[in-house]
Nanobody, 124 residues
Framework: QVQLVESGGGLVQAGGSLRLSCAAS????????MHWFRQAPGKEREFVAA????????NYADSVRGRFTISRDNAKNTGYLQMNSLKPEDTAVYYC?????????????????WGKGTLVTVSS
């Protein structure tokens, strides 16, 4: 079993940056693909970014491509989401997730474990 704990959320002005972290328990983090999803108020949870266990494959939602970067440090059992040039429409709860199966744009049913989320608020 893998437990995921997100951190790094907060309030930031439009154009600013935040770095989210995802701390994973257990020794098997490196065998999972890692993902970030987000859920804005009144909207469904949506895919943001995905990274394979070997860092070879990465993919981003069109809405964040070029502004967000997903990364991981398997030695620290930690994943990251660097968010630059933030926009008010990026406001959401951001969730870290892992899956055994790699998909470039995973849906919720691919995910094996979820974190509880961290809130990002971008003011205009």
């Amino acid at each position: 079993q893998v437990q995921l704990v997100e951190s790094g959320g907060g309030l930031v002005q439009a154009g600013g940056s935040l770095r989210l972290s995802c701390a994973a328990s257990g020794r098997t983090f490196s065998t999972y693909a890692m993902h970030w999803f987000r859920q804005a108020p009144g909207k469904e949870r949506e895919f943001v970014a995905a990274l394979s266990w070997s860092d070879v494959h990465a993919n981003y939602a069109d809405s964040v491509r070029g502004r967000f970067t997903i990364s991981r440090d398997n030695a620290k059992n930690t994943g990251y989401l660097q968010m630059n040039s933030l926009k008010p429409e990026d406001t959401a709860v951001y969730y870290c997730a892992v899956s055994r199966r790699w998909e470039s744009e995973p849906t919720w049913d691919v995910v094996d474990y979820w974190g509880k989320g961290t809130l990002v608020t971008v003011s205009s």
